[in-house]
């Protein structure tokens, strides 16, 4: 007997919405929405301009390889997913009617009739096969392959696609939502991945990576309460001084990154308002585990005891954030390990592990782009500074912001071993360790290896006992906090500054930036 009924209900009650039809994610984890001002009646026109703190030259239209959010955005414009976030923190069908199980390891995803794709072309559950495929296979380069390695089949079945897992998981309607993951259109059983061509609200006019994109709206969007904007356009703009300045210059609309010590004046102008989400985002600066000296973890706790982590959130969020403990799961995460031993800046525990790794001292250089978060360069002088007193000699090099996740982030050359990172968060604990921790995943940055971890990451998905389950999480973040390879100092707000003339709902979502990217469809003209 498993442990599931045939109603399509999991093991536990507080599990039990994940299983069928628009789940509550709230059981799963998911922080609580964030409340704003609340917006006008949505009216219908305009152009949305949105500057952006992210975007490289090398960057692609292929879905599986997007990094950042100029091309997360860009997707979520023109693409929809088999599943959607909602600003409450509710799962809700997109091209996805409902979803289904009787017992968490054959699931059953409806297609929504009567969608079709900008060129016309209906969406199918051929098309929604072949997506998913995508990201599978031994040809497959997309980044969130790892993730979905524990599909064993995907097929049509009429309107239906059937997906089989290798073991129960109850988290599996989560990761379809996936940004990765967007619905192509499909020929002879394969997806174009450099198409611009989606079934979203808007239809792209132009592109150039890392540069601009413009898009229209769909006049054939099968959601009539969507897309409000007429015309949307995104601009890459590196800079945070250029970025702030176009905003009060009235030339983009929305601006992310904002810097904590320019909100005051920012206030002060009355032209925008800002936006303050907390969520489980976070800052931080990977060590290459297989380079000297960051193999030996006793090096890495002794930087990892060598920053000032309340400094930083003081200092380089403004306030805007939270201390994290080389955490990567967050205090709104179902089975964060709240009970765990906090570090502090500790200089003499810091020498203490130098000479543990029979060192007297230690001459290391960070990698540093404000490409990577905003003020990650003043972070690196920072821990740069606190980190002599333990006598860590640390060099910070300020890379360039063009191409800084290409060319400096996952150390392509093998000459940039410790350097800045950010991550969204994640709001299912597998998701962020299978995408970010697991041996031989494509993001996995500091290319962490632990036999234990990696153990645990396969039984946990399937464990019904949820005290099992927990615990098991609970020695997992443990693992990653005290012999992990990436120091994660601070949880991040998303810190976002809006003109006054574009109306927010009074949710938005925590799960992602930019409501979790579904600004350029949620909001509207004021």
Not at 96 to 101: D, G, L, R, V
Not at 166 to 180: C, F, K, S, V
């Amino acid at each position: 007997m498993n442990n599931f009924d045939m109603t399509g209900k999991t093991f536990a009650p507080s599990r039990r919405g994940v299983l069928k039809g628009a789940a509550a994610i709230g059981a799963a984890g998911l922080i609580l929405p964030h409340t704003t001002t609340s917006a006008a009646a949505q009216t219908r026109g305009g152009t949305f301009r949105i500057g952006i703190g992210h975007g490289s030259t090398t960057d692609s239209l292929d879905p599986g390889l997007w990094e950042h959010l100029y091309v997360q955005t860009f997707g979520s414009a023109r693409h929809n997913y088999l599943i959607e976030v909602g600003a409450d923190g509710q799962l809700v069908p997109e091209i996805a009617e409902s979803w289904s199980s009787s017992d968490g390891q054959t699931w059953v995803f409806p297609i929504r009739q009567g969608v079709s794709f900008h060129s016309g072309k209906p969406v199918t559950a051929a098309d929604v096969v072949a997506s998913i495929n995508h990201h599978r296979g031994d040809d497959s380069t997309s980044v969130v392959k790892p993730l979905l390695a524990a599909i064993t089949d995907v097929r049509a079945d009429g309107n239906n696609v059937v997906v089989t897992l290798e073991a129960p998981n109850g988290d599996l309607p989560y990761l379809m939502t996936d940004y990765h993951v967007p619905v192509l259109p499909s020929a002879d059983g394969k997806v174009d991945a450099n198409t611009t061509d989606g079934c979203g609200g808007y239809i792209v006019e132009s592109y150039e990576h890392g540069v601009q994109a413009t898009l229209n709206r769909n006049p054939n969007y099968w959601k009539s309460d969507r897309a409000w904007f007429d015309r949307i356009e995104l601009v890459s703009i590196l800079d945070p001084a250029a970025r702030l300045n176009a905003l009060i210059t009235g030339e983009v609309d929305l601006i992310d990154q904002v810097d904590p010590a320019t909100i005051g004046m920012l206030e002060s102008r009355g032209v925008a308002r800002i936006l303050s989400i907390p969520g489980n985002a976070h800052y931080g600066f990977p060590m290459d585990s297989r380079q000297a000296p960051y193999s030996d973890n006793n090096v890495r706790l002794a930087l990892k005891y060598a920053l000032d982590r309340q400094a930083m959130v003081d200092v380089i969020l403004g306030g805007h954030g939270a201390v994290a403990n080389d955490n990567p799961i967050g205090p709104a995460n179902r089975y964060f390990h709240a009970e765990m031993e906090a570090k502090t800046y500790d200089p003499d525990k810091a020498r203490y592990y130098l000479q543990q790794a029979g060192l007297s001292s230690l001459d290391v250089t960070i990698s540093v782009a404000d490409a990577a978060f905003s003020g990650a360069v003043d972070a690196g002088a920072m821990f740069s500074e606190t980190a002599r007193a333990a006598g860590i000699n640390m060099s910070v090099d300020r890379v360039p912001n063009d191409g800084y996740w290409s060319n400096v982030w996952l150390n392509p050359n093998g000459n940039t071993p410790f350097c800045a990172t950010y991550w969204g968060g994640r709001a299912v604990e597998d998701h962020m360790f299978t995408t970010a921790y697991a041996a031989g995943a494509d993001w996995n940055e500091s290319f962490w290896s632990n036999d234990r971890f990696n153990e645990l990451l396969v039984t946990a998905r399937s464990e019904v006992n949820e005290d099992l389950r927990r615990e098991m999480y609970h020695e997992m973040q443990q693992l990653v906090s005290f012999e992990g390879s990436t120091i994660i100092p601070m949880y991040n707000n998303y810190v976002m500054a809006v003109a006054n003339k574009i109306a927010t709902p009074e949710q938005i979502s925590a799960n992602w930036n930019f409501d979790g990217f579904r600004c350029v469809e949620r909001w509207s003209m004021a």
